[in-house]
């Protein structure tokens, strides 16, 4: 019976340990740190900017990033929902994979492209991921966000570049 006691307690402190007071908060089922993070706001930035580019002018957003997000979310992904519960921080992630399916729900394909040097920036708008260390990953607009070869100084690296076409 004390083995029981002390195994019950010992679970107990593991559940509501530090994991626990670092989850992400959720509200309706969304995490709140997702809404506003690198993917969603770059996959907003990107939209707008494609019709920007051809003078196409919306009289409401259309793809706010709140609305990215929750599709992001929608769609699901066991690896965030999991990390979410270890870090708050994991909550913003946003996979190459939903980036795709995203842009893909907002009428546009990602055309992967290895070379962010060929991006013409008067006819190009790209999603791209960069890559500092194993904590410093981040989604960018080019032409819109500047410097982005250089976005954590030497040690950035770009991981994928993907344009956007309308489909």
């Not at 990390?83 to 994979?97: D, I, K, W, Y």
Request: glycine share 6%; with cysteine.
């Amino acid at each position: 019976m004390k083995n029981i006691i002390t195994t019950l307690f010992a679970s107990a402190a593991l559940m509501t340990g530090c994991s626990a007071l670092n989850q992400s908060p959720k509200e309706n089922g969304y995490y709140l740190s997702h809404l506003n993070s690198c993917g969603p706001v770059a996959v907003e930035k990107a939209i707008n900017g494609y019709y920007h580019k051809r003078g196409i002018v919306f009289a409401k957003n259309p793809a706010p990033r709140d609305e990215v997000s929750r599709r992001i979310q929608d769609n699901g992904n066991g690896w965030r929902d999991f990390m979410g519960l270890f870090h708050e921080n994991a909550s913003q992630v946003t996979c190459p994979h939903e980036v795709v399916e995203v842009c893909k729900q907002y009428g546009f394909k990602v055309v992967s492209t290895g070379d962010f040097y060929k991006l013409d920036s008067e006819k190009d708008i790209a999603l791209i991921l960069l890559y500092s260390n194993l904590l410093e990953w981040h989604w960018v607009c080019f032409p819109i966000d500047k410097n982005i070869p250089n976005w954590y100084g030497d040690s950035t690296k770009i991981v994928k570049v993907f344009i956007l076409e309308k489909m």
